[in-house]
């Protein structure tokens, strides 16, 4: 698969609709596991925000209490790697919304242990201090 035929791959998974428990918006995130260069399709996990067991959902903004789609995404990677059940491998993260600052941190300090290598996302975010983390902490940082 060349990369031209990789985002386009990115670009119809996000644009899928998702189903979530935010009564705000839906965002989704996609990871995407590949070795050696070579991009997998086989790896494609999809997460949509949405509240957590014992959280609650508000419209008012600032309010909210579901868990963003990128933090769900990172959550299950680690869990499955803590657990045995998935070896670290390198990772691209696919959003339909550019991650927030809090996210952005999250990314980069789960880097490391989980191999994210790359974010791409397919619309910006109210404000891109999120964007600026992440390239400011060296991640390649692309729209789709």
Request: hydrophobic letters at 40%.
């Amino acid at each position: 698969m060349t990369s031209t035929e990789y985002l386009e791959t990115l670009r119809q998974e996000l644009s899928h609709p998702a189903t979530s428990g935010c009564r705000r918006k839906t965002t989704a995130a996609i990871s995407i596991s590949w070795r050696g260069g070579r991009y997998s399709e086989v790896g494609v996990e999809r997460f949509v925000n949405g509240p957590l067991e014992g959280a609650w959902c508000d419209d008012a903004v600032g309010a909210c209490g579901c868990a963003h789609a990128e933090q769900r995404l990172i959550a299950a990677h680690l869990a499955n790697v803590v657990a045995g059940h998935a070896r670290p491998e390198a990772l691209d993260i696919a959003c339909t919304l550019a991650p927030c600052v809090s996210c952005a941190n999250l990314i980069l300090l789960m880097r490391e242990p989980l191999i994210i290598t790359r974010v791409f996302y397919l619309r910006s975010y109210h404000d891109n201090r999120g964007i600026a983390l992440l390239r400011r902490g060296g991640m390649h940082v692309e729209a789709i």
